[in-house]
């Protein structure tokens, strides 16, 4: 009984001394922080760019400084007006959103494509993340790529994904095209070799894997091509259809090929 209530209290003096040195710490954080924002702001009265921009980021994320986005955007103005590409790439975040400004999707390209054409990365991404979802700029999925490929290689990680995204999709549509023709043909196999049959069982399984083999190929092919559509679709919606037809393919296809099995056939009709 003494060593389970030592236990305890060793317990509970360890987890507020481990609270106490994460509140230290934070506290130390923030001081820290502050400073920088102090030192940002010297420097960006004085004319200075960087800082400029800096002192925008902070005031965009609330970090030293209260949130507040119209000191945002007065200072990333600044130094995007200066041609400062993480700046300019702010401004386009600042559109995007409407933070400080109408949104306003046209007015954030622009801003992104100055900053992309500039060689910075994260603009690079956003520019491609525009493109691909039809925001501001007619849809197009190789422009997309291009900027998105631009980024990758600087090494922006989001584009990295989107661009395995893109892989994927692509691998995912080539299997599902395989997967089409083959349920085409289990569809039409029953009715092809109709006076041949000697099993209806089999038959009926052939047609419904045919046909629910289809409908899943549908599915995936919507998916790709009517991506607002999946996106306002209620959550996860078309990723539960998918999987409940995907399920009935799996199951339909264990039972057809079990009956080809030779103690399920039956003998042939006379």
């Not at 790439?89 to 400080?100: K, P």
């Not at 629910?212 to 091509?225: K, N, P, R, T, W």
Request: positive net charge; contains cysteine; glycine residues 8%.
């Amino acid at each position: 009984m003494k060593k389970h209530t030592l236990l305890i209290l060793v317990t509970i003096i360890g987890s507020l001394l481990f609270a106490a040195v994460v509140s230290r710490i934070r506290v130390q954080r923030e001081e820290e922080v502050r400073k920088l924002a102090d030192k940002y702001r010297a420097a960006a009265e004085r004319g200075d760019v960087a800082a400029e921009y800096e002192l925008g980021r902070l005031y965009y994320h609330g970090t030293g400084v209260p949130l507040n986005y119209e000191e945002a955007l007065t200072w990333y103005r600044k130094a995007a007006d200066r041609e400062y590409p993480k700046a300019e790439n702010g401004m386009g975040n600042l559109y995007a959103n409407g933070y400080a400004v109408p949104k306003d999707d046209r007015e954030a390209d622009i801003w992104y494509k100055k900053a992309a054409e500039h060689g910075y990365a994260g603009a690079q991404y956003n520019l491609g993340y525009m493109y691909e979802n039809g925001r501001g700029v007619q849809r197009d999925r190789s422009e997309a790529e291009r900027w998105y490929r631009k980024a990758a290689e600087q090494g922006d990680s989001n584009a990295q994904h989107a661009l395995g995204k893109k892989r994927y999709l692509k691998t995912e549509l080539l299997l599902t095209g395989v997967g089409f023709l083959v349920s085409v043909l289990f569809l039409v196999s029953p009715i092809v070799h109709k006076r041949n049959s000697s099993n209806r069982q089999k038959d009926r399984a052939s047609v419904l894997l045919g046909i629910s083999g289809i409908l899943y190929a549908g599915i995936v092919l919507f998916e790709v091509l009517e991506e607002d559509v999946v996106r306002s679709a209620p959550a996860h919606l078309v990723s539960i259809v998918k999987g409940i037809v995907g399920l009935t393919v799996i199951c339909v296809g264990v039972m057809r090929f079990r009956l080809d099995k030779p103690g399920n056939r039956t003998a042939p009709r006379q």
